[in-house]
């Protein structure tokens, strides 16, 4: 049996994290590369500053053409071990009927078609032990009220996490979910900045506050590494125990 620590090592894995530039993929990019892999970090902003030394960092849109940008990664590295799927939006609920429905299609575009086209371009390059995370939300397993597109979008990827493990496992790949509960970044910022919002939310939570973006490095090394080997097809819901509460 492999020693705890070797257990829990990305130490020469190549790791591709998508919506890297901040956020949940910052963080995440950050704590891979810290337990040893070499992370291509890959987002549509400039590279943000703090990144760690062993992060790679590439200019792109991860929902358009990805495929030629996931070859060229696998060329230079060999392969790809592990790849994690942050990159997301959350649009702002619009009152006309057309502008909702505009929403509703990008926001499936860019959180689920978008990590979809990311896995099959993936695929080809991962060798038997390999790890695809998806980042999904508790907002996959729950109703949320104004944001339709977001719960059908994490909702469908949860389901599409289930559907490809059971298509990758042949092969020795592995596919999970990390659902977040609500994480301090850009995208809730304005909750948390409302103090009547961020009570109700902080209130709902077992451990009684908001969660942080490194709360969740230790579940993505958990998923990426050999500690999880016979683990596919799951949620890995992080949320401060906000599912597991009743009442509010």
């Known amino acids: 049996m492999a020693q705890v620590p070797d257990m829990f090592s990305l130490t020469g894995k190549i790791a591709i994290v998508t919506g890297a530039s901040r956020g949940i993929g910052y963080a ?6 810290a337990a040893g892999a070499t992370v291509i970090a890959i987002a549509r902003s400039a590279e943000p500053p703090g990144l760690h030394p062993a ?14 940008v996931f070859a060229e990664i696998a060329a230079a590295h060999g392969r790809i071990d592990v790849l994690v799927n942050a990159a997301g939006i959350s649009l702002a609920a619009a009152a006309e009927d057309t502008a909702r429905q505009a ?27 390999a790890s695809i995370i998806n980042v999904t939300s508790i907002g996959s397993l729950m109703g949320f009220p104004d944001n339709p597109g977001y719960v059908a979008a994490k909702g469908g990827l949860r389901m599409m996490t289930r559907a490809l493990a059971v298509d990758y496992g042949a092969a020795g790949i592995r596919v999970n979910a990390l659902a977040p509960g609500y994480i301090h ?35 993505a090394i958990f998923l990426a590494s050999n500690a999880s080997a016979y683990m596919t097809g799951q949620d890995l819901i992080i949320d401060g125990g906000w599912t597991a509460k009743g009442l509010l």
Not at 55 to 68: L, W
């Open 55 to 68: 992060i790679h960092y590439i200019r792109a849109d991860v929902s358009a053409a990805i495929g030629p």
């Open 185 to 219: 970044t850009e995208m809730t910022a304005k909750s948390h900045a409302d103090p009547d919002a961020h009570e109700r939310r902080r209130r709902h939570t077992c451990l009684g506050r908001w969660g942080q973006t490194d709360d969740l490095a230790g579940a």
């Open 28 to 33: 995440l990019a950050n704590g891979l590369a």
């Open 103 to 129: 929403n509703f299609e990008q926001t499936l575009q860019v959180n689920l078609a978008a990590p979809f086209a990311c896995c099959l371009a993936a695929r080809p390059h991962m060798p038997p032990g």
